[in-house]
Nanobody, 124 residues
Framework: VQLQASGGGSVQAGGSLRLSCAASGRTFSAFPTAWFRQAPGKKRDFVAGIRETTYILYADSVKGRFTISRDNAKNTVFLQMNSLEPEDTAVYYC???????????????????WGQGTQVTVSS
């Protein structure tokens, strides 16, 4: 599966952005798909993950502010980010595991397919 991430940009604190991760190559609703982010000089951290439409996990730092969802008809996963904070500034990546019905992992090494990153910048 090939992943294409988009939707990043620059906003002020308190603003919102929606990221999209479009998949091509095959339907990927049964494969765990996640968003990770990486700030300069830091490791790549798990943000949120989804499999099908109801198995969802979030990092504690984004709970209540970010929402992950998918549109199976468009083979796309979204990350709605509200109440953005300067600490959310990072390059955001979408990734998918290659095992059907696998669990959502918070470890980036568990994901074999990656989209290109999209920059999110939040100013105070």
């Amino acid at each position: 599966v090939q992943l294409q991430a988009s939707g990043g940009g620059s906003v002020q604190a308190g603003g919102s952005l929606r990221l999209s991760c479009a998949a091509s190559g095959r339907t990927f609703s049964a494969f765990p798909t996640a968003w990770f982010r990486q700030a300069p000089g830091k490791k790549r951290d798990f943000v949120a993950g989804i499999r099908e439409t109801t198995y969802i996990l979030y990092a504690d730092s984004v709970k209540g502010r970010f929402t992950i969802s998918r549109d199976n008809a468009k083979n796309t996963v979204f990350l709605q980010m509200n109440s953005l904070e300067p600490e959310d500034t990072a390059v955001y990546y979408c990734a998918a595991r290659s095992i059907t019905n696998a669990i959502i992992r918070r470890d980036a090494n568990a994901y074999g397919a990656w989209g290109q990153g999209t920059q999110v910048t939040v100013s105070s």
